[in-house]
């Protein structure tokens, strides 16, 4: 028995120096407690990357302009239902797991996150101001959707769980945010870059729809904050730095950072280096035959595109780009197509799959089960198809806050603040600027028809139709809503994990 | 290829005409104490080095010198025995134990034990009782062989991915592949071959060669798999490879060629089918051919273009002999399985060597050495389900319209005319204009050791090492009028590798203590490393110039550049583990293991994880009273319960992590430090029982297995990086089941033998105490954007179908009609089956031989994703429609939205000839080829099922946020149906 001690005792102590710590190693990823590379610059990238996703035709945008009188996302047939995500939206009959609404709250926080990490590694003051504007923009379009925004002060326990800011609780915050940072903004250099102005117009946004906020049911606009979007609208055009294109879409075109004089915040997008889905816009309004060929999916409603007169530029016309096709036949290539379409290059007519005349109908229904579901429907192109970069990551920068939105919102405020005359003025600076005729008169109604004009698709139109007492409303394809649709539902898989949320009235 | 058959015939008729006349020819059999048939025992003639061995029928022929005296039969654990042979030419051999030596050894994992030792649920397939036929990994040797053991082949892809579960679906979240081991040496489960867009991937153990393979035991309770502890709760797998048999060197060679057509083709409309539909649905005229809209004028069959008579042929030869002291086998084997589909298939060659060696004059010191080296090649088509509307290629095929030719007039290419719709893409084009390859290489090396410290007691080590290279090029033309790659092209280069290392450490302890009390123990420790890592590039804007995009991939624009490449952080698994047997006077059984795991995935605050396992059994037969009772041969109860563990989640999730983008780094999740495996509780009853001198036998199993501490990727709350958290759930899965096998000797003679077996499985499932909901099951298509078909929700089975409930047609319409309008949708079934069913069969006529082989699965419901979105209504006039559609008594409205409903969705009930076979067995020609027998075999031969679908033994990978699916088909890779002749003989 002697030598099987012996045995034993080697096996074990074989066993035991062959014994590992059992640590993991990364080699394409850094691990908690090896971060002190990173430097603030790379998360500050990432931090605005992360707004590409819900802004740049992704949920966010969604939630805003699908369920709106703009858009209609309608069932073309063997097209489009997609289990009925769209018609939920346009139809006001979403509920706590639409795919939009979840995704738009989720991205929204997501990107709060990424923003505070930017401050856990000891970045410049403008670099930590840049990440609290973008925190702040996050907050404040989560508490512009759901009311509640889920805030994380200490990022390093997850279990810890955030704290829930509500209503003007939330739109206090950020107002206090971006007031601290407002002097370690930069006041010049690119648009992509937050900036004094950018904070500016956020908080132009805050003051204008905190009467909403307070109410959204029944909001009384508070004079004191309508002063506020006042004086901000004044200080930034005081600047001298913006001034309204001459031509609309340049505001919009690939080359937009040079172009447009109006940009205030973008987001960045250049082939190669980084930037989001903008040729998502072509892409989701394009028929299969045109190029580039798209997913013939959305379009605007009749009513909403009889709002325009003939000669206004935001309707549509030939615009000329350096990264267009040839374009023989100077055909409309941007804004409302509606009626035949024609080939960009050669100039033929275009026809539908199954060979009738690609023709873009007015009428367009929520089902669409006539023969010609295909082609119904005005498309709605504002960004001009980056065609040197087809198929690829385009160039045009999305455009999140320009000039022309801080001229109506100020008018709005001196609209509602008894200065009609004022805002007259400013709303036909504007309308003369388009190639339309100014306005004898502006009431509130008439600046809810021009913004939707100047800003169709840019994702405002649901919090715009909301500040004007008209979202509960019937329109086309949409029946009347009741009031707990002025928020959306938290959606049901942060509801299951955050006890901090409560689930919004009416879902 | 026909020349080597040529070849492989025209060396059989020589050896027809060898013949010696100073020789004489022995033939016989070798037979148990009940009759049953022994294969591969040995014979030899005493004095001389000729021998043979018996083939599956027992039966032998041996061709001896005149002078001849005695053959000497010997079989692995039993006594050799000598026959006379003097003046007699055909001999019968009653091998004594042999009844014991059949039922003698079972592999159990770091050692094996008799069969009647067992205490655990463990299912043992022997060679002999593989499914017939050709096959390209093991698992499907084993489909409908086992009870509680699930196999399905996801698609027919060759070389495709499988799904293989034992005993259910245990986990929400993680991998629910057993643990598979060959020879000792774990797998990864893992595979370098890379991904790509052309499939599901393909089955990581495509590797091995099914014709090394001597048998596979697949563990099944606690008691069994607790020794391999937070791997062993989906069950454990052993393959046990062919072992080189003493005595003269042996060569076997084995060859088969077969042609493979497709089981079943989906009914589409032909063009004259076609043509009417348009004209019952009043489409209208076109002005300028004067013929009905959408009617091009033509009659093709795409389906048949692109699939065609594939041929299968696979070669085998083994070399096996030695000493007492040293024994080896070395084996080559070649396939090459066109796929059914043009310009796919898959081809293999492997080479094995297993060796045993034993040394000094005590013999106490022996070495294994085994080297498994293969590469499989693979061409891949267009198959992928993750394709937009435009689909796949089977897709293309199925919706080309039948009035529109494939090649354009007088030329032999594909015609990709705008006419027929922008977005509809010429099946043809897509066979030609995508090209997919992938290679990988495996080299799997151990060296095992051992030495006999004591006649008791012995220490072994393990050590292997398992080294994959894959390598994967894909490209489009810019032919393919495909959005994205038209007038652009599209290239992209992939490459992994993984390096997977194994230490192995044991103390085997074998004594007969008292003539009453036997003690079989073993501890251990292990030590795993795990090491993979990849590369890819991808690039697109080419021109044809006549070579393959991949291989000029600097010709591409900058832009449209794409490169990456990562490492896996290296994972680590060390083990302890113990496991004692006791046997008490053959009667009563206790098996207790232990193992103890520690990973380097596991949280900080959980490193390591016990499993500990018992069972017990009680052998009845032994008892006084049963003892010399006739009817009852072998009667055991079986009892275990213990706990074993799942660690299938991503190394690095129990810590922070920051990710790398374009000049970008961001924090990618939250780590959870409290991670650590599942667990799997498990209890076990059961009973194996013998009757009638053993004709009748079987084994009844009950099991409850609650799976705890359920690995999940649970919703984080946001604010947070990444959108989940790895954690344990607080719920729990449950699945409990009976599995039922019974094998019957019903003809058992020395010339005539007949053998019938099945088994059935039924079993349950639940998940309980989910925070919220999960989905899953990714419906696809045109029309189906981001559309899950499944959930995961406490108090239903997983992945229960969660769908809008279908009433039928509109009369006035032709629309369909929803329960509440389709604005609710209900739980609508189950995708798991209810129950499995294994059905087996062989006989033997003197030199005939024949077995079939069915399998089956019932009680599940499968969603036809193919006919819900790529074949509807709203095709016609530009793309072909589903025959079924029409005759109804509602003509369906060509506007009808399909959406994802009750409509599609099918009982998956079916059950498949998978394979039969007969042969016969012409024994020797000549002095030089022995044994040589002749087979024919059909594989897939029929279904009986009323799914609709291409195949019910479907699985189309439809996992979403990481959830795996259940019972999707999505346009898969059609199944085959096989006939081939096969020749074995040895040298």
Redesign the interface.
């Known amino acids: 028995m002697k030598h099987i001690k012996f045995w034993l005792i080697l096996f074990l102590t074989v066993a035991f120096f062959s014994c590992t710590k059992l640590n993991e190693r990364f080699r394409s990823e850094l691990e908690q407690g090896n971060t002190s590379n990173i430097t603030p610059a790379q998360l500050l990238i990432s931090a605005y990357n992360s707004l590409n996703g819900p802004f740049q035709t992704g949920d966010l945008w969604h939630t805003q302009e699908q369920t709106s009188d703009e858009t209609i996302a309608p069932t073309r047939g063997p097209d489009w239902d997609d289990n009925g995500q769209w018609r939920m939206l346009q139809t006001h009959t979403w509920n706590d797991n639409q795919s939009q609404i979840r995704g738009a709250f989720n991205g929204l926080l997501s990107a709060q996150f990424a923003a505070s990490n930017v401050l856990q590694f000891s970045p410049s003051a403008q670099q930590a101001a840049e990440a609290r504007f973008i925190r702040a923009l996050t907050i404040y379009a989560v508490l512009d959707g759901y009311d509640q925004v889920p805030y994380r002060e200490d990022l390093t326990n997850y279990k810890i769980l955030p704290k829930t800011l509500k209503g003007l609780e939330a739109s206090d915050f950020v107002v206090s945010e971006l007031n601290a940072v407002m002097n370690d903004l930069p006041s010049t250099g690119a648009a992509y870059v937050a900036n004094q102005n950018a904070a500016k117009v956020l908080l132009m946004k805050i003051y204008l729809n905190k009467g909403v906020y307070a109410n959204r049911a029944a909001p009384v606009f508070d004079a004191a904050d309508m002063n506020q979007v006042i004086t901000l609208a004044d200080q930034i055009i005081a600047t001298n730095k913006y001034s309204l294109n001459s031509v609309f879409y340049d505001i919009f075109a690939p080359d937009n950072d040079v172009k447009s004089t109006e940009n205030i915040f973008t987001l960045y997008n250049k082939a190669g280096d980084r930037g989001g889905n903008v040729q998502g816009c072509t892409f989701q309004v394009s028929h299969y035959n045109m190029n580039p060929a798209g997913w013939n999916g959305f379009a605007t409603l009749s009513d909403f595109y009889d709002k325009f007169d003939a000669i206004d530029q935001r309707r549509g016309m030939y615009y000329n780009y350096p990264a267009s096709l040839p374009n023989p036949g100077k055909r409309q290539n941007v804004g409302f197509l509606v009626g035949q379409q024609y080939n960009l290059t050669t100039d033929a007519a275009l026809s539908d799959r199954k060979g009738n005349p690609l023709s873009f109908t007015r009428d367009v229904k929520i089902r669409e089960t006539g023969s010609n579901l295909e082609v119904t429907g005005i498309r709605v192109l504002k960004y001009p198809y980056d065609y040197g970069h087809l198929n690829d990551q385009n160039d045009n920068d999305w455009v999140i806050f320009r000039y022309a939105d801080v001229l109506l919102m100020k008018a709005e405020a001196l609209l509602r603040t008894g200065d009609a005359a004022g805002a007259l003025v400013i709303v036909n600076t504007l309308r003369v600027k388009r190639g339309v005729l100014p306005l004898a008169s502006v009431d509130l109604n008439a600046l809810l028809d021009e913004r939707g004009r100047e800003f169709y698709w840019e994702g405002w139109r649901r919090q715009d139709q909301i500040r004007f007492g008209k979202w509960l409303q019937a329109w086309q394809e949409k029946p009347a809503s009741d009031a707990s649709h002025l928020l959306f539902p938290i959606p049901s898989d942060q509801l299951a994990v955050n006890a901090n949320l409560t689930q919004n009235p009416g879902y | 290829m026909r020349q080597k058959l040529l070849l492989s015939i025209t060396l059989m008729c020589f050896c027809f005409l060898q013949s010696f006349a100073q020789q004489r020819t022995i033939t016989g059999s070798v037979l148990t104490k009940e009759g049953t048939p022994l294969s591969d025992a040995s014979v030899t003639v005493v004095g001389d080095k000729t021998g043979v061995r018996t083939g599956s029928d027992g039966t032998f022929s041996i061709n001896v010198p005149a002078t001849a005296k005695q053959l000497q039969i010997s079989y692995v654990g039993s006594e050799s025995q000598k026959v006379t042979i003097i003046s007699i030419n055909k001999v019968t051999v009653v091998m004594e134990t042999a009844a014991q030596a059949l039922e003698n050894v079972v592999v159990i994992g770091y050692g094996s034990v008799r069969k009647k030792d067992l205490t655990g649920a463990v299912a043992s397939v022997q060679a002999k009782d593989f499914n017939k036929g050709t096959y390209t990994a093991p698992d499907q040797l084993i489909q409908g062989k086992a009870a509680g053991v699930l196999v399905i082949n996801n698609t027919g892809q060759p070389g495709g991915a499988t799904t293989v579960r034992i005993r259910g679906t245990s986990s929400i979240r993680s991998g629910n592949q057993p643990l598979f081991v060959v020879d000792d040496v774990p797998l990864s489960g893992g595979s370098a071959r890379p991904g790509g867009n052309g499939d599901n991937g393909g089955n990581p153990l495509t590797f091995m060669n099914p014709n090394d393979i001597a048998g596979i035991e697949i563990l099944k309770d606690a008691s069994a798999t607790a020794i391999y502890g937070s791997r062993g709760a989906n069950g454990v797998v052993l393959i046990t490879t062919k072992r080189g048999k003493t005595g003269v060197p042996v060569v076997d060679v084995s060859g088969s060629v077969g042609i493979s057509n497709v089981l079943k083709k989906l009914e589409v409309l032909s063009a004259n089918e076609y043509r009417k539909t348009l004209a019952d649905y009043n489409v209208g005229t ?1 002005s300028t051919t004067g013929r009905l ?2 009617d091009f004028g033509n009659s093709v069959d795409a389906f048949d273009a692109i699939t065609r008579t594939a041929l299968t042929q696979s070669y085998n030869a083994a070399v096996g002999g030695g000493t007492e002291n040293g024994r080896y086998r070395i084996s080559a084997g070649y396939l090459d399985q066109q796929g059914i589909i043009e310009n796919s298939g898959l081809k293999k060659v492997t080479a094995n060597l297993t060796s045993n060696f034993k040394f000094l004059e005590s013999k106490k010191l022996s070495l294994n050495f085994n080297v498994l080296v293969t590469q499989t090649n693979e061409e891949i088509v267009f198959g992928t389900a993750g394709v937009g ?1 435009t689909g796949n290629l089977i897709a293309q095929a199925l919706q080309w319209n039948p009035t529109h030719l494939l090649k354009k007039p007088g030329t032999d290419s594909a015609w990709i005319d ?2 027929v ?4 893409v010429n099946p043809l084009a897509e066979l030609n204009y995508f090209n997919d390859r992938a290679t990988v290489n495996t080299v799997i090396a151990s060296v095992s050791p051992a030495y006999k ?2 006649n008791d ?1 012995e ?1 072994k080590l393990v050590y292997s090492v398992n080294r994959q290279v894959g390598n994967r090029k894909i490209q489009t033309n810019r032919l393919l009028n495909d ?2 790659s038209l007038d ?1 092209g599209f290239a992209a280069v992939r490459n992994e590798e993984q390096t997977n290392t194994q ?1 192995t ?1 044991t ?1 085997n302890f074998n004594k007969q203590i008292t003539s009453d009390f036997n003690l079989n123990a073993v ?1 251990g ?1 292990e ?1 795993l490393t795990y090491d993979k ?1 990849g590369t890819f590039e991808g690039a ?1 804007d080419f021109t044809n110039v006549g070579l393959n995009y991949y291989d000029y991939l600097q010709f591409s624009t ?3 550049r794409g490169v990456g ?8 698994l ?1 083990s ?1 583990f113990g496991r004692a047997i006791i046997n008490y006077k053959d009667k009563y059984l206790i098996t207790g293991t232990i193992r103890a795991d ?5 949280g900080k605050n959980n ?1 390591y994880g016990y499993f500990p396992s018992v069972g017990v059994a009680w052998n009845v037969t032994q008892e006084d009273f049963l003892v010399n009772n006739s009817l009852i041969n072998n009667l055991k109860v079986r009892l275990s319960w213990g706990k074993t563990g799942n660690q299938e989640f991503p ?2 999730a ?15 999740n ?2 959870n430090a409290d991670l650590k495996w599942e667990t799997s509780t498990t209890t076990n009853a059961g009973i194996d029982f013998s009757i009638l001198n053993n004709r009748l036998s079987g084994a009844i199993d009950y099991f409850y297995k609650k799976t705890t501490d359920v690995l999940f990727e ?10 989940k ?1 790895w954690i344990n759930l607080p719920g729990n899965v449950v699945n409990k089941g009976v599995e039922l096998m019974l094998t019957a000797g019903l003809i058992r003679k020395s010339d005539m033998n007949w053998n019938i077996g099945g088994n059935a499985s039924f079993l349950q499932n639940s998940v309980n105490g989910l ?3 999960y989905e899953t099951g990714e419906l696809r298509g ?6 899950r078909g499944q959930r995961v929700i406490s108090g239903q089975p997983l992945n229960v179908w969660y769908l809008r409930r279908f009433e039928g047609l509109d009369k006035a ?1 032709g ?1 369909s009609i929803y329960s509440d309008g ?2 609710t949708l209900y739980y609508s079934g189950s995708p798991n089956p209810k129950m499995l069913l294994g059905l087996s069969s062989d006989f033997s006529y003197k030199k005939f031989s024949a077995a079939v082989n069915m399998n089956g699965t019932f009680g599940h419901y499968v969603f036809n994703n193919t006919a819900a ?1 790529v074949l ?4 016609l ?2 793309r072909n429609i589903a025959k079924s559609i029409l005759g109804g008594s509602v003509q369906e ?8 409903s009750t409509r599609n969705l099918e009982k998956g009930n079916y059950i498949k000839m998978a394979n039969a076979s007969i042969g016969y067995r012409i024994g020797n020609l000549g002095k030089d080829i022995k044994n040589v027998y002749i087979s024919v075999t059909g594989q897939n031969l029929f279904v009986i099922t009323k799914y609709t679908g291409f195949d019910p033994e479907v699985n189309t990978d439809a996992g979403f946020g990481g959830i795996p699916s259940l019972g999707v088909e999505y346009v898969p890779y059609p199944s085959a149906r096989t006939f081939q002749i096969g020749v074995n003989f040895s040298l």
Do not use: C, M
């Not at chain 2, 490449?565 to 680590?572: L, N, Q, R, W, Y």
């Not at chain 2, 045109?782 to 559309?787: C, K, T, W």
């Open positions: 076109d809209k959408g509307f705008p006419a719709g922008s977005t509809t410290i004591t007691l220490y959005q994205g652009r230490i450490n103390l501890i420790h030590w890592r697109q900058q832009n449209s490449s990562f490492a896996d952080p290296t994972t680590e060390q302890f520690g990973s380097t995935r596991f490193k190394s690095g129990s810590l922070d992590r920051f990710g790398f983008g374009q000049q970008s780094i961001s924090q990618s939250y780590g649970q919703n984080i709350v946001q604010p947070a990086p990444g959108g958290i925070v919220g909901f045109q029309g189906f954007s981001d559309v319409t629309q389709g604005n979105s509807g209504i709203g095709n006039g530009t409205a060509i506007s009808n939205a399909p959406a994802p």
